[in-house]
């Protein structure tokens, strides 16, 4: 059961970490292709300079964020749970 806990924890921060905020919040907010403004890079540094330094930058980054912390405290709950 361990070992079944330990591969779906890494399968999971795996799928998480392929998400990318800026890509999703620059269609979804200014109908921009991230990847095809500035220096073609789809990081948060690109993002904020071509969108500026608006609240929307503060959303990519705190998903960013999140997208690493949430998968590690679920997975440590999960795994602490059996020990």
Known sequence: ???LLYILAAI???LVAGL???IAMSKAIYHKDIRECGSG???F???KRIHGFAPATFGVMAI???KTVLPVLAA???IGYLH
Do not use: E, K, Q, V
């Open 76 to 78: 440590r709950l999960a």
């Open 64 to 66: 960013d964020i999140c």
């Open 41 to 43: 890079n789809p990081g």
């Open 45 to 47: 540094t690109n993002f």
């Open 1 to 3: 059961m361990t070992a």
């Open 20 to 22: 990318n905020p800026a």
């Open 12 to 14: 999971s921060g795996y």
